[in-house]
């Protein structure tokens, strides 16, 4: 299984940005999806996941300006960004997880870099 993230770059506070992940070598439509960040000299969290029935989780540092969704036919994951905060900055993987909305990862792409100036 590979993951490919791509959409990150530098945006002022306010903003807003797309990422993509690509997946390939997987049955996606069977398995949950996911978004995490690691910021400067942070830890990497969780930002969303979305299960292979739609249902979606999002944390709530980013509840009400991102969205997770998923294209089932061109396997791909998307998280919309809206209303971009400078601690948005970070690095974002995409991540194929197990079956439920809420298992964890056991595939990661490469991430993407975010920069979210003040």
């Known amino acids: 299984v590979q993951l490919q993230a791509s959409g990150g770059g530098l945006v002022q506070a306010g903003g807003s940005l797309r990422l993509s992940c690509a997946v390939s070598?997987?049955?996606?439509?069977?398995?949950?999806l996911g978004w995490h960040r690691q910021g400067p000299g942070k830890r990497r969290e969780w930002v969303a996941s979305?299960?292979?029935?739609?249902?979606?989780n999002h944390a709530s540092a980013v509840k009400g300006r991102f969205t997770i969704s998923r294209d089932n036919a061109k396997k791909m994951l998307y998280l919309q960004m809206n209303s971009l905060k400078p601690e948005d900055t970070a690095v974002y993987y995409c991540?194929?997880?197990?079956?439920?909305?809420?298992?964890?990862?056991?595939?990661w792409g490469q991430g993407t870099l975010v920069t979210v100036s003040s």
């Open positions: 991540s194929e997880n197990g079956y439920e909305l809420r298992s964890p990862p056991h595939c």
């Open positions: 070598g997987s049955t996606f439509s069977n398995y949950a």
């Open positions: 979305i299960g292979s029935d739609g249902r979606t």
